[in-house]
Nanobody, 114 residues
Framework: QVQIMESGGGLVQSGGSLRLSCEVS????????ISWHRQAPGRRREWVAT???????DYVNSVKGRFTISRDNAKNTVYLQMNSLRPEDTAVYYC????????WGQGTQVTVSS
């Protein structure tokens, strides 16, 4: 049984920073790619960033240079460091584990005030 728990969301002013955490239960965590996605009110869920099992990362253009995804395999955790936050980054952020049909977390709310 794979369980995913996101944390670290909150309210921050424009220009501020937050670090989201995604803890994934289950074996072989290091073998799977993990992604962050987000969904703003009234909008479709969009992909934000992915980190492969190799450590290779990729980002949507709108967050490049501001967000950094990383992983700590010893802690079964993936992080999303978000700097220079903008009001348009406001959304529920979800963690997704690839493989085995895929697994979603419940999400954590990020609100950026202007």
């Amino acid at each position: 049984q794979v369980q995913i728990m996101e944390s670290g969301g909150g309210l921050v002013q424009s220009g501020g920073s937050l670090r989201l955490s995604c803890e994934v239960s289950g074996i072989a965590f290091s073998s799977y790619a993990i992604s962050w996605h987000r969904q703003a009110p009234g909008r479709r869920r969009e992909w934000v960033a992915t980190i492969q099992d190799s450590g290779t990362t990729d980002y949507v253009n709108s967050v490049k240079g501001r967000f950094t995804i990383s992983r700590d395999n010893a802690k079964n955790t993936v992080y999303l460091q978000m700097n220079s936050l903008r009001p348009e980054d406001t959304a529920v952020y979800y963690c997704y584990r690839w493989g085995g049909g895929g697994y979603w977390g419940q999400g954590t709310q990020v609100t950026v005030s202007s």
